[in-house]
């Protein structure tokens, strides 16, 4: 492979660099001397890897420079030694500092045998040697962020199975919670909020994870749900009450420690599935345990919605619906004015519903008690209708 690079070579450029590709050790000793003075080097790169990739990076110049073949291997001088670099952990600067210094190792070896006279001759093909040297910068500044990227990847994906085997496990592996918080950059002992998107919902919850920031939040793909998994402040309880505003997700209670995040992971996830349409943002354990509980209960549940529901059977399908909604609006807040409000009818009308539905199951919506086997009844028909009313085509209400 020839160079492109400037003007032709000289006669005289040509007899400089076959000259000091003779005595190419020469260049090496007096360029390591000065670079194994680094610190980043001294402590990174062996002094016999810093003789070899000299050696090869002078020969690829100079041969560059004398307008000569430069072979394939030498040609990807510059992507190994910016591998490399990258891989020993040379900060960039410091390399690229190093590589540049190529040129006045190269131009000082140049002038010293070069004749007086033949100075000004020499000058003129001062860019020739830049650009050699240039080209050799921009390879290797390339060739080290690929080599960072790639290892940016490694890590991520190092990360993303360690955790995930974190979440897929009890908690009690000590040495797997450790690993997880050094990744994590957390201590173990840290508190953690965890939130738990469907597919519908992810992507605000990924934005909610770019307003936190990568040093606190930490996002993975766990169970067809997307968790945000986030370190809380030293002492902290909870995270600001709008971080996930606008979000549809669940939100577990705060894990104290490490080794409790894969309990409220499950918690997220199970209560992510119940999730509908009509959620707009987080819901917490506390709100959601009716549906889990619902969900959980399976068979059992639509057994419970079935007897406390059955003395509706005898209605009509509108009639049922009218009931079924008064009780569950006036159950939500436990105030008739507020159910008249949100239903559009009279005082009046919200008792005698309330009270027919008393007649025809037994239960008061006016009292605690019984109000919460109503609400959690009507809402194990909802996760499973099979009592009899669903089965009548009535819907059940919206809870």
Known sequence: ???????????????????????????????????????????????????????????????????????????????????????????????????????????????????????????????????????????????????????????????AALIGRLLSSDGHDQQLVFQAATLLQADAQDGFAVAAAPPESQQGLRRAAGRLGPDIAHLHQHHGMLLLLVRLPPGGSELPADW?????????????????????????????????????????????????????????????????????????????ERLLTTVAAYCASGSVAETTRRLYCHRNTVLNRLGRFTELTGLRATRPTEAATILFALRCARARPTWAGAQHGTPSPAL
């Not at 430069?70 to 020993?88: I, K, M």
């Not at 140049?110 to 390879?139: K, M, N």
């Not at 705060?254 to 992971?265: I, N, Q, S, Y």
Request: some cysteine.
């Open 244 to 320: 996930l505003d606008g979000v549809p997700c669940a939100l577990a209670p705060v894990a104290r420690g490490l080794a409790r995040v894969p309990a409220m992971v499950r918690v997220a996830e199970a209560v992510a599935a119940t999730l509908d349409g009509e959620v707009t943002g987080p819901v917490p354990l506390s709100e959601a345990w009716m549906p889990l509980a619902a969900a959980r209960l399976g068979e059992t549940g639509a057994l419970l919605a079935g007897s406390v529901l059955a003395g509706l059977e005898q209605l009509p399908a509108h009639e049922r």
């Open 1 to 159: 492979m020839h160079n492109t690079i400037g003007l032709q070579p000289t006669a005289e450029l040509r007899a400089l660099v076959r000259d000091w590709m003779d005595d190419v050790d020469v260049l090496v000793d007096r360029y390591t001397a000065e670079v194994a003075a680094f610190d980043d080097y001294r402590a990174a790169v062996p002094s016999q890897d810093l003789r070899d990739t000299a050696r090869a990076c002078f020969e690829m110049l100079l041969r560059m420079i004398g307008g000569l073949p430069v072979t394939r291997e030498l040609r990807e001088t510059p992507q190994r030694l910016g591998h490399r670099r990258a891989r020993q952990g040379v900060p960039l600067e410091r390399m690229l500092q190093a590589v540049r210094m190529d040129f006045r190792v190269l131009w000082e070896a140049f002038t010293e045998r070069t004749p007086p006279d033949g100075l000004p001759q020499l000058t003129l093909s001062a860019v020739r040697v830049w650009e050699a040297v240039e080209f050799h910068t921009v390879e290797a500044h390339a060739a080290y962020l690929d080599q960072v990227a790639v290892q940016a990847r490694e890590r991520e994906r190092e990360k």
